[in-house]
């Protein structure tokens, strides 16, 4: 069981090696080919063509993932024990950096659902990397005893579908909500469901206790006496 679970983290850490190595190089001043990146990363040529279709979607999140914020920044002051106010703080972070970087962002979206929908995603590596949970889980570390574990799980990824780029393109596409509403709904989202995690479970349902119905059993018939 332990080993089901390692493959897929492993696979993230590998499509991670591949952005890192494209950000580092790409800092250098250069613009990488994708098996340079594959050898910076340490992995082979065709496993970096496995995670990105084309050198040009490895550069366009390598981008994005560099203009990711750091937990340590995005909750450098935040109180320990105000759950509510750290949400705020990666929420605030995170739509810095998707309003900063719409473009390439919608561009991104846009690769993935494309490559899903002509059937060349394989469904045993991960689509996208996944930015926002890290920054989720260092905001709910401090209060991690105060839930229950199935809730601390229900509520971190309730909280992934109300921050990021997919949600962005909600307010602005669907809604038509601008920037002060959208943050508005996003922060009631956040208060709502950090709520909804800290109420206890339903109380297990009390057997109900049924009497048992008393048997009618028929009258034994009786021959009757000849005349």
Known sequence: MAGNEGRPQQKQRTRKALLQAAAQLTKQGRRPTLEEIAEEALVSRATAYRYFPNVEALHLEASIDIETPQAEDALRGA????????????????HAMIAANEAPLRMMLAQSLERSARGEADEHLPARQNRRTPLLEAALAPAGASFKPA?????????????????????KDVLRLDDVEARKVRRWAIRALVAAAAQPGPAPAKPVQCKPKEMILPRQSRPRSSP
Do not use: I
Request: aromatic content about 2%; proline content about 5%.
């Open 79 to 94: 109180p320990a024990d105000d759950v509510v106010a750290r949400l705020e703080r990666v929420d605030d972070a995170l």
């Open 151 to 171: 809730a601390m799980k229900n509520l971190k990824h309730a909280l992934a579908l109300v921050v990021g780029p997919e949600a962005m393109v909600v307010f």
